[in-house]
């Protein structure tokens, strides 16, 4: 096989920039770090949330609970407050994914797939440096993370002091965002909110309590 001619090669750099830059045309390539974000990854022992899920006009409330394992994997449960049980779901180590329960209502495989993605980026799943990359305008940094499907990003001031929110991106546009409060990775977060872009679809999360070991 014969070598790629070498004068093709500004061009082929110029073709990448265009697909890294589609998503947001008014942000340029530039040079980042990926362990800039290491620093807001929330940490959960074991969190109590008052939940709210409005989907396509449907309401769900009740209690998340998140807890991180003695394996590092984290367990959500998520009930009514009456006890229903609506799904319970394990993060596991090597970036796996497992539903130990479900409510047949939302035992869907786009379902789950959407929720499962939706909580990677909460977590900072899938955040290998390997696949990063950075985009900046005058405002703020996209640190990406280019993923099977689209990319994951995490947005902070230029400084990278302030995680300001984070998306969830196709090739062409994002397609979901989240915030957390306070977003300094000082433990768990005491608010989240997602909010999908192309359909009705939002998920709140407000502490109510830590639990504390025995």
Same mark, same amino acid.
């Given at each position: ?102 409510? $047949?209502? #939302? ?8 929720? /499962?993605?939706?909580? !990677?980026? @909460?977590?900072? %799943? +899938? ?46 546009? $994002?397609? #979901? ?8 990775? /000082?433990?768990?977060? !005491?608010? @989240?909110?997602? %909010? +999908? ?18």
């Amino acid at each position: 096989m014969s070598r790629f001619p070498r004068r093709f090669l500004p061009f082929l750099s110029l073709v990448l920039l265009g697909f890294s830059c589609g998503t947001y045309p008014h942000a340029l390539a530039t040079t980042g770090n990926p362990d800039c974000v290491k620093k807001f990854k929330p940490v959960f022992g074991e969190i109590m949330y008052r939940t709210s899920v409005d989907v396509v006009g449907k309401h769900l409330s009740g209690l998340l609970l998140v807890k991180t394992m003695p394996d590092s994997s984290i367990r959500m449960v998520f009930t009514s407050e009456l006890g229903f049980g609506f799904f319970d779901f394990g993060f596991l180590p090597g970036d796996q994914f497992k539903v130990f329960q479900v409510t $047949p209502q #939302m035992n869907r495989k786009a379902i789950l797939k959407t929720l /499962r993605k939706d909580f !990677d980026l @909460i977590l900072f %799943r +899938h955040a290998d440096p390997a696949n990063y990359f950075s985009l900046r305008d005058s405002q703020v940094v996209y640190n990406g993370f280019r993923q099977s499907s689209g990319s994951n990003y995490y947005i902070t001031d230029t400084a990278c002091r302030q995680l300001i929110k984070m998306q969830r991106a196709s090739s062409h546009k $994002p397609v #979901m965002e989240a915030w957390m409060q306070p977003a300094d990775g /000082r433990g768990a977060p !005491d608010s @989240i909110f997602i %909010r +999908h872009l192309n359909f009705d679809f939002t998920i709140s999360l407000k502490k109510i309590s830590t639990i504390a070991n025995p």
